[in-house]
């Protein structure tokens, strides 16, 4: 999409016509609110993060019937016009986003004094999920799995980090939070990465992330963005390095084991309560080598391993250049496989999978939150219809 067709502020941010109260929590249908003719009813709760924003599932009406599902993700009320003026940005950006990897956005909305993305709905779970039910199994995902959703994502990145503005300067978007919660598998088998919401860019006119603020999840952020450096699309390049590593092995690089681990001194916060406090975070990322992602990976081919190893080089100069780079690397690995791996196949694995974590589940009584993270129900953990 060209600057022509990117939405004015007025576009993007209307007054929702409301037409009846409802509570977004419900997990009946409610009208939520009508844009044009099309009015959207929220059915439940797929998400609520720490900084207080919440992602609804909601149903899409036509005049002549319903039209799918959407997301609507309801934001924290920007509480100045600097911040009023970043999310309308941040809404900019996304729809010029377009690439079969990347979750589409398509409206923003104010309802109740609260901003409300509307963006495509994508019917799977998020690999956070994916992972927790992997690590319930004790059984990570097949290296076939692993190596086919990252570098399904390797390439949404490329799109988003070669990106141009109408007078073909690039906008320097940074996704600055690649983490497991922000990637889905659809039951199909497509791969979607969603919320660039602590996207960085060199969009003219940008209005800029307070300094000392970090965005995103920072148990999955780059040693340089930790540290507030100079970054590049090298930085999401990191974050896709730990992402794989999780898949693979159902650990992370910076899994605590030792409480007494020494705390860094910082002068950062962040914008939702990390996993792991941020002074505990960084001085980890401080001390990490090569031999702790070895000792990690250890059992694994050498091929993932090399992956893995440059991705997660601390000098950005060490890394994959360039997303299509560490696409290419692990489309290879993937061809050298003994079977074809594809969207058909990651579909039959994430079925499996789902039906498996289904029995489990219904076996154990789980007590803590995280494992099933977006509300995944039993009857949702069963295997999609075989679709010819």
Same mark, same amino acid.
Do not use: W
């Given at each position: %999409? ?6 004015? #502020? ?10 009846? *109260? ?61 911040? !009023? ?145 100079? %970054? ?17 092995? !159902? ?40 031999? #702790? ?53 990651? *579909?039959?694995?994430?079925?499996? %999978? ?35």
């Amino acid at each position: %999409m060209t600057d022509d067709s990117t939405p004015t #502020d007025e576009a993007l941010i209307e007054d929702a016509t409301p037409e009846n *109260s409802s509570d977004l929590e419900s997990a009946r249908p409610q009208l939520q609110f009508t844009i044009e003719t099309t009015t959207y009813e929220t059915i439940r709760a797929l998400e609520r993060r720490g900084n207080g924003e919440v992602v609804l599932l909601a149903e899409r009406h036509l005049p002549h019937g319903l039209a799918g599902h959407v997301t609507i993700k309801r934001l924290r009320n920007p509480v100045t016009f600097e911040r !009023c003026q970043r999310l309308i940005e941040e809404v900019q950006l996304a729809f010029r986003l377009h690439h079969p990897a990347i979750a589409q956005v398509h409206h923003l909305k104010i309802h109740a004094d609260r901003p409300h993305v509307i963006a495509e709905y994508v019917d799977g779970p998020t690999l956070d999920t994916i992972i927790s039910l992997a690590t319930m199994r004790e059984k990570p995902l097949s290296a076939p799995f692993a190596l086919y959703i990252a570098a399904e994502v390797a390439d949404a990145l490329h799109h988003a980090h070669t990106l141009r503005d109408s007078e073909n300067r690039p906008l320097g978007i940074i996704h600055r939070d690649v983490a497991p919660r922000n990637i889905r598998v659809a039951r199909s088998g497509e791969v979607k990465v969603t919320d660039f919401g602590a996207t960085y860019s060199l969009m003219v006119g940008r209005e800029e992330t307070p300094g000392l603020l970090l965005k995103g999840d920072v148990a999955y952020a780059s040693p340089e963005y930790l540290h507030r450096k100079p %970054m590049d699309g090298r930085s999401d390049i990191f974050s896709l390095g730990l992402v794989l590593m999780e898949m693979l092995t !159902c650990k992370h690089l910076f899994d605590v084991e030792d409480e007494k681990a020494p705390n860094a001194t910082v002068d950062v916060k962040t914008e939702e309560t990390p996993s792991v406090p941020l002074t505990q975070m960084i001085a980890l990322v401080n001390r990490y080598r090569p031999e #702790d992602v070895e000792n990690v990976m250890a059992g694994l081919p050498d091929v993932l391993k090399a992956i893995v190893h440059k991705a997660l080089q601390r000098k950005l100069s060490e890394r994959y250049a360039t997303a299509a780079e560490m696409r290419d690397a692990l489309r290879a690995a993937l061809a050298a496989e003994s079977q074809p791996f594809g969207r058909k196949e990651a *579909s039959e694995e994430l079925a499996r %999978m789902l039906s498996e974590a289904s029995v489990l589940r219904d076996r154990v009584e789980l007590d803590e939150e995280g494992i099933f993270p977006e509300g995944l129900d039993a009857d949702e953990a069963t295997p999609a219809p075989n679709e010819e």
